[in-house]
């Protein structure tokens, strides 16, 4: 290897480090508000739109399978409806989670999400397993059945570069309750009942969660937002950083070059 192609590569690794300096603090993957389930299990989650077990006639369910972090991958999960023939689901989104809570646990997430749709009125049960283990769900299907229906139009990005944010949402029906809980990683730093748009002030840097319940005459539904707040300083640091790194890079690059001349 020359010295022009050793000089080069400092440049692109002093690039990279700057980036990763950076990233790995404000670019942490979410770990989940809500309690997870225990290790191995599999769960099916009920929806939250759902009010008194009553649910139209298309409805989607989220099956969850936690297993230890050295098990074989979890490459399919299954399903059945009211004992009918078994659906394989493959495609499975997975999440590893290290020293998770108090007895510090290393596990991975699976979940699968299951749409029924053109049910037929009245009582069913849908059954999921995966890897020797099984849940079960029932839910009864009402035509009458009328859901919020709600649509977060803000916070929709992923990165915000300002410390106020605006929470704008749609719902049918009229609002009897409304709130929200903002999580700044796994710490609760503002709730708060509302009946409308509002901004959320005063945010420092880092990853939040965004949870909105909106429950109206037709029920109640939910959503969870994941953004981050990565403030004109921050910016500001990791564009020195890439600066400083790429003037070394090139500093020792004109350093060999004016060796190799004398």
Known sequence: MNKKTVALTLIVVFAIFSVLIVGSIYMRPFVPICSITPVP????????????????????????????????????????????????????????????????????????????????????????????????????????????????????????????????FTYTGEITNAHYYLYNGRTLVSEKSLNGDITLNNLSDGSYQLLLFVTTQYGQDSKMMYFFIIGVPTIVIATVLLILSLSIGLLVYFKRIKKKKD
């Open 41 to 168: 299990a599999v769960v099916i989650s009920y929806p939250l739109v759902s009010t008194g077990g009553f649910v139209n006639s298309s409805v989607d369910f989220v099956v969850t399978v936690n297993t230890f972090v050295d098990s074989p991958a979890i490459h399919s999960v299954s399903y059945s409806l009211d004992g009918e023939q078994q659906v394989d689901l493959t495609d499975l989104s997975a999440t590893t989670y290290s020293d998770y809570g108090p007895s510090k646990i290393d596990f991975k997430e699976y979940k699968a999400k299951i749409s029924l749709q053109g049910l037929s009125e009245g009582n069913h049960t849908v059954t999921a397993s995966a890897i020797g283990m099984s849940a079960s769900r029932s839910f009864v299907v009402n035509s009458n059945y009328h859901i919020t229906a709600l649509e977060v139009l803000s916070p929709t990005s992923p990165i915000y570069t300002c410390n106020e944010v605006p929470l704008k």
